[in-house]
C-alpha cells in the first residue's frame, strides 16, 4: 500500500529564511505526487504537482519540489519565506486513478 | 468560475441524529471524493464516486453513507452510527479519466456533535 510521510508535524523559519517541508513516500512504481496548501478553514489549493518528465517541479507562490526516485523523496522548498506562507502543508500521492493518499501534514510558522 | 461548493461551512447537531452535508461542483469533473480531516492526522477517505450512480467505500466508510444522482452533486450523511463525528469535513472532485490529474476542493464544512 502507499504511504505518505511527512517529517516535521511543525516547522518554524524566520520571515526571509530558507522554507523547507519533507516528504517520503513509499510506492512500487513511480507515482503521482503532490502539494497542497491549507489556510484556516478552508479547502486545500494545489501547489505543484509531478508527473512525469523534469524531477525540479516549480509551483505557485514561489514554491518548487525535485522528485527523487532514488531517495522516494518529493521535499518542498522556497528560497526566502514569507509571512503569508504561514499554513499547513500536506504531501500526497496516487497510484491507481486518482484516489490520493495524504501525509499527515506540516505546520508551517514564520515569525517576524 | 467554477469550483466546488460546500454548504453549510458550520453545522451543529445533537449526538444521535443523522446529519447531511452537501457538495455541489460546477467542473463538469467525473470522479468526486469526501474526506474528513482532524489534526495531526492528514485527510482520510471516506467515500468516492468514480460514476453517477456507482460509488465506493474509503478508508473510514463505518457511520457514514453517500449518494451519487446526479454528476454535479456528492452529498455526505453523516449517521448516528459514527462514534467520533465531529471532524472538518473536505469535498474534493477530479477528473478520472486523466492520470495525476489533480482534486479540486471545496473550503469544507465544520461539523460539530454535542
Known amino acids: 500500500a502507499q504511504s505518505v510521510t511527512q517529517l516535521g508535524s511543525h516547522v518554524s523559519v524566520s520571515e526571509g529564511a530558507l522554507v523547507l517541508l519533507r516528504c517520503n513516500y513509499s510506492s512500487s512504481v513511480p507515482p503521482y505526487l503532490f502539494w497542497y496548501v491549507q489556510y484556516p478553514n478552508q479547502g486545500l489549493q494545489l501547489l505543484l504537482k509531478?508527473?512525469?518528465?523534469?524531477?525540479l517541479v516549480k509551483g505557485i507562490n514561489g514554491f518548487e519540489a525535485e522528485f527523487k526516485k532514488s531517495e522516494t523523496s518529493f521535499h518542498l522548498t522556497k528560497p526566502s519565506a514569507h509571512m503569508s506562507d504561514a499554513a499547513e502543508y500536506f504531501c500526497?500521492?496516487?497510484?491507481?486513478?486518482?484516489?490520493?493518499?495524504f501525509g499527515a501534514g506540516t505546520i508551517l510558522r514564520v515569525k517576524s | 468560475d467554477g469550483g466546488i461548493t460546500q454548504s453549510p461551512k458550520y453545522l451543529f447537531r445533537k449526538e444521535g441524529q443523522n446529519v447531511t452535508l452537501s457538495c455541489e461542483q460546477n467542473?463538469?469533473?467525473?470522479?468526486m471524493y469526501w474526506y474528513r480531516q482532524d489534526p495531526g492526522q492528514g485527510l482520510r477517505l471516506i467515500y468516492y464516486s468514480q460514476i453517477v450512480n456507482d460509488f465506493q467505500k474509503g478508508d473510514i466508510a463505518e457511520g457514514y453513507s453517500v449518494s451519487r444522482e446526479k454528476k454535479e452533486s456528492f452529498p455526505l450523511t453523516v449517521t448516528s452510527a459514527q462514534k467520533n463525528p465531529t471532524a472538518f469535513y473536505l469535498c474534493a472532485s477530479t477528473d478520472w479519466g486523466a492520470l495525476g490529474s489533480p482534486l479540486h476542493f471545496g473550503n469544507g464544512t465544520r461539523l460539530t456533535v454535542t
Open positions: 509531478y508527473t512525469t518528465g523534469a524531477t
Open positions: 467542473l463538469n469533473h467525473d470522479a
Open positions: 500526497a500521492v496516487s497510484k491507481y486513478g486518482n484516489k490520493l493518499v
